[in-house]
Antibody, heavy 118, light 106 residues
Framework: QVQLVESGGGLVKPGGSLRLSCAASGFSFSDYNMNWIRQAPGKGLEWVSSIRGRGSTIYYADSVKGRFTISRDNAKNSLYLQINSLRAEDTAVYYC???????????WGRGTLVTVSS | DIQMTQSPSTLSASVGDRVTITCRASQSISRWLAWYQQKPGKAPKLLIYEASTLESGVPSRFSGSGSGTEFTLTISSLQPDDFATYYCQQYNTYWTFGQGTKVEIK
């Protein structure tokens, strides 16, 4: 079954860190760029980060640059997002998403909720 | 950065209505635009890509048009399952989403 399953979210204090994971199955993971996209409660979608299939090229949104690190382990069919120096405005559901041809997102996970609060 | 602006933010309509949502880009994005539907508590679902190409399995009442900086998503006859929030997304330069349009029951 083709799917993405995120995990690792939770309640974290401001300034804290968290590592999100996304387990992929049912497709050739290493052939695809992968992305993280987030959605704050009641708000719209915000692209966060992208990594090429072999991990050679990485992009970040300006809002997370320097605090978030995307990585992948193709042997484990897994995508990761290390998020540091968390702020209240990072509170969101974080989705793992696969882009078709590298551009528009045809496969999404269910998301994992990150809540930053003291 | 390319900004995407959708209008309206909220749209009230009845079953059977023709509904049109507009998405404007801050600079030309050719036809590199996708539309998504999202229901509460669910991940977005791809409806249309390359401005007007219908994703497999999406009902033909959905259609997209436009190029450059102005795009539209049209639902020809609104069905009960279509009440949701719709997002446009450019993929000309990185990825940017519009702020969303909520289609609610009138």
């Amino acid at each position: 079954q083709v799917q993405l399953v995120e995990s690792g979210g939770g309640l974290v204090k401001p300034g804290g860190s968290l590592r999100l994971s996304c387990a992929a199955s049912g497709f050739s993971f290493s052939d695809y760029n992968m992305n993280w996209i987030r959605q704050a409660p009641g708000k719209g979608l915000e692209w966060v980060s992208s990594i090429r299939g072999r991990g050679s090229t990485i992009y970040y949104a300006d809002s997370v640059k320097g605090r978030f690190t995307i990585s992948r382990d193709n042997a484990k069919n897994s995508l990761y997002l290390q998020i540091n120096s968390l702020r209240a405005e990072d509170t969101a559901v974080y989705y793992c998403a696969r882009p078709r041809l590298g551009w528009y997102f045809d496969l999404w996970g269910r998301g994992t909720l990150v809540t930053v609060s003291s | 950065d390319i900004q995407m602006t959708q209008s309206p933010s909220t749209l009230s309509a009845s079953v059977g209505d023709r509904v049109t949502i507009t998405c404007r880009a801050s600079q030309s994005i050719s036809r590199w635009l996708a539309w998504y539907q999202q229901k509460p508590g669910k991940a977005p679902k791809l409806l249309i890509y390359e401005a007007s190409t219908l994703e497999s399995g999406v009902p033909s009442r959905f259609s997209g048009s436009g190029s450059g900086t102005e795009f539209t998503l049209t639902i020809s006859s609104l069905q009960p399952d279509d009440f949701a929030t719709y997002y446009c997304q450019q993929y000309n330069t990185y990825w940017t989403f519009g702020q969303g349009t909520k289609v609610e029951i009138k």
